[in-house]
């Protein structure tokens, strides 16, 4: 790494001579061993999941939720940091509460974003702080529809179709690009996303996981964010391990047919 | 001499995403004397084990009541707990004479959480050098959080906090479907003493003098037993020192001892030495790190 031993990447804040802000891509770097979240936007809403990567069978399963509700209608996941991630979250209540109690209508999701970008931002500008270490991926539906939106720790935020991010992400952005954002429908896309998850732990197989999935949709959740149903989620799992077993078999065929 | 440049405030992350301070805040927690959790369906056991600065010194308080069906037990500073603790305390009384309910123990939990990730972004401040295990019963059930100074909040069905915990972990882990399955508070207490047994260092025994045992759940407000009291508790227990120091006396006194007993304490010794050797490793990855960005320095 060129950067270390300059003495730039010592401080937030501060510029490289060729222009970067070290810190900041350091953040990433905390974010890039975090269990993998992905995004999918959907025709008729939105599908969040994420890999929770489970450290000890000592833990209660089912507990320690990592999707989280921003407004009734916005939901958020992240990798990286989990207390800055509850940070991030709890600013993004503040904000949604604050726009409700002044304009007497829930926020918009670009207008939330907008905002939450300007928060992350502000953490990239002083020495007396560090950039947030998670990147967020929030979903919601509006007047507008479903949006997706993908922020991180130099405040950046972008609009999406399919986002991932964490550990597996290289994987599960690969498999997202494969999906029909056009046609595919919330209960179609919380199935392709626990395979999603189900792919992208591949790397990281000697530890077990827990799956969470939530959605947003006008038919399914008139328009809240909410968990997906137990069976609903149990149903997908298997599928997801399903999937696997099929293409694992068609691997050995292969090399078989190789030998 | 080399020096870890990133490691000097909890405002700097290291070139692979690393909060050193935030890091030496969490080996604080294990400077501290072991506490051990465990939950059954409609209990929550929590036990520590507490240490005296000098022979007449009195012992440090480890485990704090919270409010009627709320307490923490802690490791590392216990000033820092107190801070941690009063700020719970005023939440508990805010929660009653607002909403007229007691707070719920995921509220609390995260009330501080979000406190201590406060330290961990901003200048000035150093991150809470203590680690707490929470336990509660509410509205919905019994529960019980390991809170850490980075700010994370944990659910956990049994958990050991502070030094040599991690042998009170393996213990709760090995006992898992029992702790679970039993709806005896009794039974409940000797799992929770017997895992901190486990954590005691060579020559240390569980007296009434060093021992605390808490208990919380269904029509049982929170009741912390100390001194006296803990008696009644230890003498359920089959032995009151740690099973690898007894390997030693069986070899010496007792060599006619029940064979089972002695292979038992066997495993168990050696389950503690991979433990040992495993802890080793992890304090190498610890140190091994800087070392990297330090080697990258020098270049």
Same mark, same amino acid.
């Given at each position: 790494?060129?950067?270390?031993?300059?003495?730039?990447?010592?401080?937030?804040?501060?510029?490289?001579?060729?222009?970067?802000?070290?810190?900041?891509?350091?953040? $990433?770097?905390?974010?890039?061993?975090?269990?993998?979240?992905?995004?999918?936007?959907?025709?008729? #809403?939105?599908?969040?999941?994420?890999?929770?990567?489970?450290?000890?069978?000592?833990?209660?399963?089912?507990?320690?939720?990592?999707?989280?509700?921003?407004?009734?209608?916005?939901?958020?996941?992240?990798?990286?940091?989990?207390?800055?991630?509850?940070?991030?979250?709890?600013?993004?209540?503040?904000?949604?509460?604050?726009?409700?109690?002044?304009?007497?209508?829930?926020?918009?999701?670009?207008?939330? $974003? &907008?905002?939450? #970008?300007?928060?992350?931002?502000?953490?990239?500008?002083?020495?007396?702080?560090?950039?947030?270490?998670?990147?967020?991926?929030?979903? #919601?539906?509006?007047?507008?529809?479903?949006?997706?939106?993908?922020?991180?720790?130099?405040?950046?935020?972008?609009?999406?179709?399919?986002?991932?991010?964490?550990?597996?992400?290289?994987?599960?952005?690969?498999?997202?690009?494969?999906? &029909?954002?056009?046609?595919?429908?919330?209960?179609?896309?919380?199935?392709?996303?626990?395979?999603?998850?189900?792919?992208?732990?591949?790397?990281?197989?000697?530890?077990?996981?827990?799956?969470?999935?939530?959605?947003?949709?006008?038919?399914?959740?008139?328009?809240?964010?909410?968990?997906?149903?137990?069976?609903?989620?149990?149903?997908?799992?298997?599928?997801?391990?399903?999937?696997?077993?099929?293409?694992?078999?068609?691997?050995? &065929?292969?090399?078989? $047919?190789?030998? | 001499?080399?020096?870890?440049?990133?490691?000097?405030?909890?405002?700097?992350?290291?070139?692979?995403?690393?909060?050193? !301070?935030?890091?030496?805040?969490?080996?604080?927690?294990?400077?501290?004397?072991?506490?051990?959790?465990?939950?059954?369906?409609?209990?929550?056991?929590?036990?520590?084990?507490? *240490?005296?600065?000098?022979?007449?010194?009195?012992?440090?308080?480890?485990?704090?009541?919270?409010?009627?069906?709320?307490?923490?037990?802690?490791?590392?500073?216990?000033?820092?707990?107190?801070?941690?603790?009063?700020?719970? *305390?005023?939440? +508990?009384?805010?929660?009653?004479?607002?909403?007229?309910?007691?707070?719920? =123990?995921?509220?609390?939990?995260?009330?501080? +959480?979000?406190?201590?990730?406060?330290?961990? !972004?901003?200048?000035?401040?150093?991150?809470?050098?203590?680690?707490?295990?929470?336990?509660?019963? @509410?509205?919905?059930?019994?529960?019980?959080?390991?809170? !850490?100074?980075?700010?994370?909040?944990?659910?956990?069905?049994?958990?050991?906090?502070?030094?040599?915990? !991690?042998?009170?972990? =393996?213990?709760?882990?090995?006992?898992?479907?029992?702790?679970?399955?039993?709806?005896?508070?009794?039974?409940?207490?000797?799992?929770?003493?017997?895992?901190?047994?486990?954590?005691?260092?060579?020559?240390?025994?569980?007296?009434?003098?060093?021992?605390?045992?808490?208990?919380?759940?269904?029509?049982?407000?929170?009741?912390?037993? @100390?001194?006296?009291?803990?008696?009644?508790?230890?003498?359920?227990?089959?032995?009151?020192?740690?099973?690898?120091?007894?390997?030693?006396?069986?070899?010496?006194?007792?060599?006619?001892?029940?064979?089972?007993? =002695?292979?038992?304490?066997?495993?168990? =010794?050696?389950?503690?030495?991979?433990?040992?050797?495993?802890?080793?490793?992890? +304090?190498?990855?610890?140190? @091994?790190?800087?070392?990297?960005?330090?080697?990258?320095? @020098?270049?």
């Amino acid at each position: 790494m060129t950067s270390i031993g300059t003495g730039y990447d010592l401080s937030n804040s501060v510029f490289s001579p060729d222009g970067r802000n070290f810190q900041v891509e350091y953040a $990433m770097k905390a974010v890039e061993n975090g269990g993998t979240s992905i995004g999918i936007k959907c025709k008729d #809403g939105i599908v969040l999941a994420v890999e929770k990567i489970i450290n000890s069978k000592l833990l209660v399963p089912g507990k320690n939720k990592r999707i989280q509700t921003i407004d009734k209608h916005i939901g958020v996941v992240y990798s990286g940091l989990l207390p800055d991630g509850r940070h991030f979250v709890n600013r993004g209540r503040d904000e949604a509460q604050t726009f409700k109690s002044f304009y007497k209508t829930p926020i918009s999701v670009p207008h939330l $974003m &907008d905002r939450l #970008g300007i928060y992350v931002q502000n953490y990239t500008c002083y020495n007396s702080v560090r950039p947030f270490g998670v990147v967020s991926i929030v979903g #919601g539906i509006d007047d507008d529809g479903p949006h997706l939106y993908m922020i991180e720790p130099s405040g950046a935020c972008w609009g999406y179709t399919g986002a991932a991010t964490g550990k597996g992400r290289q994987t599960a952005k690969s498999e997202l690009e494969k999906l &029909d954002y056009e046609t595919i429908t919330v209960k179609e896309a919380v199935k392709t996303a626990a395979k999603i998850i189900h792919q992208a732990h591949e790397d990281n197989k000697d530890k077990d996981y827990e799956l969470e999935i939530s959605w947003i949709s006008l038919e399914e959740t008139k328009g809240r964010h909410e968990f997906i149903p137990e069976d609903l989620l149990a149903e997908a799992r298997k599928f997801a391990e399903e999937e696997d077993e099929e293409d694992e078999e068609e691997e050995e &065929d292969d090399e078989e $047919m190789e030998s | 001499m080399f020096r870890n440049n990133y490691d000097n405030d909890s405002v700097t992350y290291s070139p692979t995403g690393r909060l050193f !301070q935030v890091e030496y805040a969490l080996e604080a927690i294990k400077q501290g004397s072991a506490a051990v959790g465990l939950v059954s369906k409609s209990h929550v056991v929590l036990a520590a084990l507490k *240490r005296n600065a000098e022979e007449l010194g009195s012992y440090q308080k480890k485990i704090i009541k919270i409010d009627d069906h709320m307490g923490v037990a802690l490791a590392g500073l216990a000033p820092d707990a107190r801070v941690l603790s009063n700020f719970l *305390r005023k939440q +508990a009384m805010s929660s009653k004479m607002i909403y007229n309910r007691p707070l719920s =123990t995921s509220k609390a939990v995260l009330s501080i +959480a979000d406190k201590a990730q406060e330290n961990t !972004q901003s200048y000035g401040s150093r991150p809470y050098g203590v680690g707490l295990l929470i336990a509660g019963y @509410d509205e919905t059930g019994a529960h019980l959080y390991e809170f !850490q100074p980075s700010g994370s909040v944990l659910e956990y069905y049994g958990a050991a906090i502070g030094a040599r915990s !991690q042998a009170g972990r =393996t213990y709760l882990e090995r006992n898992l479907d029992t702790i679970l399955e039993t709806d005896s508070v009794e039974e409940l207490i000797v799992h929770g003493l017997n895992a901190l047994r486990d954590t005691l260092s060579q020559d240390v025994e569980l007296t009434f003098k060093n021992t605390s045992v808490s208990v919380v759940g269904k029509d049982s407000d929170f009741k912390i037993y @100390d001194d006296e009291e803990v008696q009644q508790w230890l003498d359920k227990l089959d032995s009151v020192s740690n099973a690898r120091n007894r390997a030693g006396d069986d070899d010496a006194d007792d060599n006619n001892e029940n064979q089972e007993t =002695t292979e038992e304490t066997t495993t168990t =010794t050696e389950a503690a030495t991979t433990e040992e050797a495993s802890n080793d490793d992890n +304090a190498n990855e610890a140190t @091994d790190a800087p070392a990297e960005d330090r080697m990258e320095t @020098d270049e």
